[in-house]
């Protein structure tokens, strides 16, 4: 039988989100970008246009919306998704983690 998919779960993906992005990334508003963007207010906002932070030029033309179906592809792994993208991120293989840690940007990173 198989096994049945939770809903997203915000706590975890805060938890998800501390142990695999925090190291290059931050959510706070007006937070400084690190190796990689500050994430506040990506969330529905187009790929590569975070002020202030040198993107790849893949990820500058690429025009990814950034909604919850692009995050679920994007996060399983970046360098298939977005060719020439510079995140060095394996990404997260579990469906469930993405889904709990796109819950957490949503709510974390909303304008």
Not at 35 to 62: C, D, H, R, T
Not at 82 to 91: D, R
Request: hydrophobic share 25%; charged share 30%.
């Amino acid at each position: 039988m198989a096994k049945k998919s939770k809903g997203p779960n915000e706590k975890k993906g805060a938890k998800i989100f501390k142990t695999k992005c925090s190291q290059c990334h931050v959510v706070e508003e007006g937070g400084p970008h690190k190796q990689g963007p500050n994430l506040y207010g990506f969330y529905g906002n187009i790929s590569g246009k975070q002020e202030g932070y040198s993107y790849s030029s893949a990820n500058k033309k690429a025009g990814v919306e950034w909604n919850d179906d692009n995050l679920f592809n994007y996060l399983e792994n970046p360098k298939k998704f977005m060719k020439g993208n510079k995140m060095v991120f394996a990404g997260l293989k579990k469906p469930q983690d993405r889904l709990d840690i796109i819950e957490y940007l949503k709510k974390t990173c909303a304008v």
